[in-house]
């Protein structure tokens, strides 16, 4: 395997990781209007529907399944209101050890410290790494970094022994391979799903959908709550 190789591919890393990270902003800008816009709504039937059930519940008290489906919508509600009140968990890119790798790497590919001979293939390895933290993708950042202190670039016109060539290849391959596992995980996730449930993967009509089909169940809701009282 020749170094060429090898650059071949960091590239076809760096597009799948640009392919994750479109993915997860897109994913995310939806998830963050979700929790703004829909979230609300669908607290609200939850809860209208829990105080439904208990008030069936009531009125007949030696109807288990009655009592059964109350408790069910009222686990369904503090779960959702305990999803809400939890803080954001620290991600793979705030991990120290991820950070410390990352810029251990940074150091070894950065174009201008590199031979002039390499300082292109070193600008597309730094791409790719940037590419990787930002997508929050420890695993192509730990292959990225093994890869180049493996064998590194040249700073000096003595070149690292063709014998390594073979552990950054294998390195490389297992953080594509993974990489686009992760990237298959994502588009058969709920979230994914939910982004592109209106056929043509256009966030604004998948919430404005949601949003509709949870008003016109609150307005239900709220009709019946009107008739009983």
């Known amino acids: 395997m020749t170094r060429s190789d090898l650059q071949s591919l960091r590239r076809s890393l760096a597009r799948r990781l640009q392919e994750k990270a479109e993915l997860e902003q897109t994913v995310r800008a939806a998830q963050s209007r979700f929790e ?15 105080e439904r059930l208990k008030e069936a519940a009531q009125a007949r008290m030696r109807s288990a399944r009655l009592r059964n489906a109350y408790h069910d919508a009222q686990e369904a509600y503090d779960a959702f209101q305990e999803q809400r009140r ?3 968990t620290e991600t793979a890119r705030s991990a120290p050890d991820l950070k410390a790798t990352y810029r251990r790497a940074t150091k070894l590919c950065h174009p201008d410290a590199v031979a002039d001979a390499y300082r292109d293939e070193a600008a597309a390895t730094f791409r790719a790494l940037e590419s990787a933290f930002d997508a929050e993708d420890p695993t192509a950042v730990h292959a990225i970094a093994d890869s180049l202190e493996t064998w590194g670039f040249p700073r000096a016109p ?3 022994p063709e014998s390594s060539l073979p552990d950054a290849r294998a390195a490389l391959r297992r953080a594509v391979s993974e990489l686009e596992a992760s990237i298959e ?3 058969a996730s709920e ?3 939910a982004v592109t ?3 043509d993967a256009d966030p604004e009509s998948a919430i404005g959908a949601r949003k509709h089909m949870l008003r016109e169940r609150l307005r239900a809701l709220r009709r019946r709550r009107a008739t009983r009282v």
């Open 185 to 187: 995980r994502l588009r």
């Open 197 to 199: 449930a209106s056929g």
């Open 158 to 160: 003595a070149a690292p």
């Open 36 to 50: 703004e816009e829909v979230a609300p709504l669908q607290e609200e039937v939850l809860r209208l529907q829990m």
């Open 191 to 193: 979230a994914y799903d």
């Open 86 to 88: 939890q803080g954001p």
